[in-house]
């Protein structure tokens, strides 16, 4: 199945691309949004790149760059809320730092720290609810030892997750999300710090 | 600084801590002033079931004892977390001598302590070092 990739500017972004480069799971297409500092990488596995000089999505130029795209499937690399207008164009993979019939939200990653000293990672398509989309793949990973969660583990967990989408379920079966989990957000400074201080003690060396 | 402190009891706060430290802990409170990421707390506050009969937000310190409960039933980290961003925003909002009810803002208080104790059990943290 023929992949393209939207490529916000981002640690996760850089991470994926490394990742699908790595593994030879190459996107056929990209948009990069603002600097284009990934156009190397994307030349280097021969995809067609089109750029576009906003990093916002509800932007006529993004619009109008996803819907010139020939492939059906393009992977999402951004955060927040995805315009329902770009929904109705294509289907998005997105990579969500959670198992979204118990988890969803932004910060359910340390909660799943805090409560189960792990972290589930689910693939799924981007629907216009908060992390109710189509699931594709789900799997659970032990915590590393590594207290940059936000910048290090993070990013490194999602692009493996999606190589590992993409290699499991090549024609990307996904399906329905029976019964959304509980929504995580704005964890509490003091219960973020716990959390890093549990991956410190806890962190699996590799 | 430092306190002497059994997290295991629940004192009020005149029958040990005294007044000193809830005026540091108030102050240290209002200093985080946790980000809602552009919220306001009520709306925070909204994802959570028992909120929802909630009419008035003039008592968070009530409010507060109802959240903290909720965690200790079910040990759902959101509650404390709903707990902990409470206490933050009725310190920053108000002032210290401004507290109705000091004995149970401190028992408020020293029952999210000990709870922040327990998570941090096992492991070599000075919990005061953490709180301040």
Known sequence: MEIAILVYPSIRARKYLEYMKRHKKYPTSAIIMGSGEEEKLLRDMKAKVIKVPSKKFKNSMVYDAIKSLKE?????TGGGIVPEELLELKRFIHIHPGITSEYRGSTCFYYSILKENKIGMTAMFLSNKLDCGDIINTHVYDVP???NIDNEVDPELRADMLIRTLKENKNLVSKTLEKPGKNYYVIHPVLKHIAILKVRKNGITK | MSYDYDGEKTYSYSEFIGEDFLRDYFNYRRGIMSRLNGISLE??????????????FDNCVTLS???????EDKGDFRYLNASLKINDYLCSKGRYH?????QLFWYVL?????????LCEGDDVDIWKLLF
Do not use: A, G, Q
């Not at chain 2, 401004?98 to 000091?102: C, L, Y």
């Not at chain 2, 020293?110 to 327990?118: F, P, T």
């Open chain 1, 72 to 76: 059906e499937v393009v992977i999402f």
């Open chain 1, 145 to 147: 030892n590594n207290i």
């Open chain 2, 43 to 56: 709306d925070y506050l909204r994802n959570y079931e028992i909120f929802k009969d909630v009419k008035s």
């Open chain 2, 65 to 71: 004892v109802r959240f903290l409960d909720e965690y």
């Open chain 2, 98 to 102: 401004n507290i109705i009810d000091t």
């Open chain 2, 110 to 118: 020293s029952r999210e302590i000990n709870y922040i104790k327990r």
